[in-house]
Every structure is written in structure tokens, then in C-alpha cells.
């Protein structure tokens, strides 16, 4: 998903909803924030840290934005969200997600929402 914002010395409110079926797996999910568009993750930052280059799994909480541990067959709904004041330019926000074992994971459901923090 790749959301497109231009603004001056805002604020946004990152708003990220993940409904899947569990395989297996352990998952990870943050939001990346990128100043050129199709920017992989070497060339994000993580609005959660504030790092680039972004970089999943990670062992660290600060990491990520949501996780779910190693499960199978449940039907899961990661929910996370941070604030994230980039500074003025336009900016490219991309989810990205990890699993500990490759998997098709055809029934899921992502949102991602940015809100604009008027101050």
C-alpha cells in the first residue's frame, strides 16, 4: 500500500489494521516513510523509530508497530498506530510486514489511514 502526502511541518496520526488467518508464523508490521515513490525498505524510515533503513523481523519492540506470535489457524486483527512529523517535502508511506516462514497469506485484509494533526 503506498499513500502519497504533501505537506509543511505537519504531524500525522498513522493509523494501521491487519485481519489475516495465522499459518505458522510469527508476524511483524510497521509503516515506512520514504521521500521517493517504489522505495524498498533499505530506503525507508520507520516512523516508529525514526531509522532507516528499515528493517523486519526485529527483536526490538521499538521496532515494529504491531506483532503476533506464532500461531495456527487463528483469525488475527494487528491493530497499531504512531505519530510521525516528517517535515515539509512529500513524503510516500508504505506497510511492510514480516513472517518467520514464508507464506501466501491470500485472505488478507490491510488498512492503512493517515490522519493530518492540525496544530
Avoid at 503476533?68 to 504512531?82: E, T
Wanted: aromatic share 8%.
Amino acid at each position: 500500500m503506498l499513500l502519497i502526502l504533501q505537506d509543511f511541518n505537519s504531524k500525522f496520526l498513522i493509523l494501521l489494521n491487519i485481519c489475516f488467518t495465522t499459518q505458522n508464523t510469527n508476524m511483524q508490521a510497521t509503516v515506512g516513510r520514504a521521500t521517493t515513490s517504489g522505495a524498498n525498505a533499505a530506503s525507508s524510515t520507520n516512523i516508529v523509530n525514526n531509522k532507516a533503513s528499515l528493517t523486519l523481523p526485529n527483536v526490538s519492540p521499538n521496532a515494529y508497530m504491531t506483532a503476533v506470535p506464532n500461531s495456527n489457524g487463528s483469525v488475527v486483527n494487528m491493530s497499531a498506530s504512531a505519530m510521525d512529523a516528517p517535515g515539509s517535502g512529500t513524503f510516500y508511506y508504505t506497510v511492510w510486514m514480516s513472517s518467520s516462514t514464508s507464506k501466501t497469506f491470500a485472505e488478507m485484509m490491510l488498512e492503512l489511514i493517515v490522519l493530518n494533526i492540525l496544530l
